[in-house]
C-alpha cells in the first residue's frame, strides 16, 4: 500500500506561483502513473496534470502553458510548478498513484491518493 503526503500549497494573490510536491512511500515510485487533481468548493474532482514512468505528460486545457508536472525518481517525489495562478484555480489539489492509460486513451487514476492541499487564490 503506497502512502502519498502533499505539501506547498497556500494563499497567493493572482499571477502568483506555488510548487506543489507529493512525497510517496511503500511502492516504486519509478513504475507508477502519477497525476495531480484537483476538486473545487460544489465542483468534482478534475484532472490537471499526468506523468507516466516513461515521462510523458499532459495537463487540462485550463492550465495548459501555465502549470508544469515533474517528478524526481530518486526523491520518490512529485511536482506540481504553478506558475500564473488565478482565482479559478482555487481548490484542493491532490496527488494520485499508480494511474494508466486506458483503451479509450485517456487517464484513468490510480488507487492511492494523498490527504490533498489547499490552494486558495485570492487578492
Known amino acids: 500500500q503506497a502512502q502519498l503526503v502533499e505539501s506547498g500549497g497556500g494563499l497567493v494573490q493572482p499571477g502568483g506561483s506555488l510548487k506543489l510536491s507529493c512525497v510517496v512511500s511503500g511502492r516504486i515510485f519509478s513504475t507508477y502513473g502519477m497525476a495531480w487533481y484537483r476538486q473545487a468548493p460544489g465542483k468534482q474532482r478534475e484532472l490537471v496534470s499526468y506523468?507516466?514512468?516513461?515521462?510523458?505528460?499532459d495537463y487540462a486545457d485550463s492550465v495548459k502553458g501555465r502549470f508544469a508536472i515533474s517528478r524526481d525518481n530518486a526523491k520518490n517525489t512529485l511536482y506540481l510548478q504553478m506558475n500564473s495562478l488565478k482565482p479559478e484555480d482555487t481548490a484542493v489539489y491532490y496527488c494520485n498513484a499508480d494511474g494508466y492509460i486506458n483503451r479509450s486513451g485517456t487517464y484513468s487514476y490510480g488507487d492511492h491518493w494523498g490527504q490533498g492541499t489547499q490552494v486558495t487564490v485570492s487578492s
Open positions: 506523468i507516466l514512468s516513461g515521462g510523458t505528460t
